[in-house]
Structures are given as C-alpha cells and as structure tokens.
C-alpha cells in the first residue's frame, strides 16, 4: 500500500512558478516508478513527468519539458514537480502517482500503469 498527498497548488500569474509536492508514505519510498498527471475541465487526463526509482531516468510531456523539473527525495519520501513559466493552459488539477506492480526501473508514461493516486491539487495560471 502506498499513500499519496499533493500540496503546493495555487493560483499564479502566466510566468510564475509554482512547486508541487507529494508526500509518500507505506511501502518504502524508493522501490518504484512515480508520475506526475494532469486534468483540465473536461479534457482527459495527462500525463506530465515520471522518474524512475532512482530518479536518475527521467521523462517529461512535450508541452512541458524544459519548463517543469520533476525530483524525488528519498530522505524525506517526497516526490517534486518545480513548475516555471507557467502559462494559462497549464492550468488543471495535477495527480501525482505511483507505480508498484511494473518494474521500478523503467519509467511510465501511461495511466494505467499506476496503481496509487493522489487526490489532487488545483494549479491555476492567469493571463
């Protein structure tokens, strides 16, 4: 069992930066691949940024890389996602998660190889 509590959300100006947290707990920290997804009113879920157990294999969705840095800290079982010039359209409630069932090694970019969500925490981004 792994749970998953996002906090850091807000709301922030187009440029603006924000940095989501998601605090760990139950099965050791460490032992597997965690995510970060999306979802905006009535848009689907998306995916974001994923590490892997190390966090040394890293991958990022398109409309976010080089703006968004995803780290994890073993010492403290918390996952990060550091978000930088921010825009409008990265508005959206974001999940983070955990995948336990499939290797720890890989990283996942499909929601349905996570098995842990979060709640959720609403990032707003005005124009």
């Known amino acids: 069992q792994v749970q998953l509590v996002e906090s850091g959300g807000g709301l922030v100006q187009a440029g603006g930066s924000l940095r989501l947290h998601c605090a760990a707990s139950?099965?050791?920290?460490?032992?597997?691949?965690m995510g970060w997804f999306r979802q905006a009113p009535g848009k689907e879920r998306e995916f974001v940024a994923a590490?892997?157990?190390?966090?040394?294999?890293?991958t990022y969705a398109d409309s976010v890389k080089g703006r968004f840095t995803i780290s994890r800290d073993s010492a403290d079982n918390t996952m990060y996602l550091q978000m930088n010039s921010l825009k409008p359209e990265d508005t959206a409630v974001y999940y983070c998660?955990?995948?336990?069932?499939?290797?720890?090694?890989?990283?996942?970019?499909?929601?349905?190889?996570?098995?842990?969500w979060g709640q959720g925490t609403q990032v707003t981004v005005s124009s």
């Open positions: 998660a955990a995948a336990t069932i499939y290797g720890s090694y890989y990283v996942y970019t499909e929601a349905d190889r996570y098995n842990y």
């Open positions: 590490l892997n157990w190390s966090g040394q294999s890293l």
């Open positions: 139950g099965r050791t920290f460490g032992q597997y691949c």
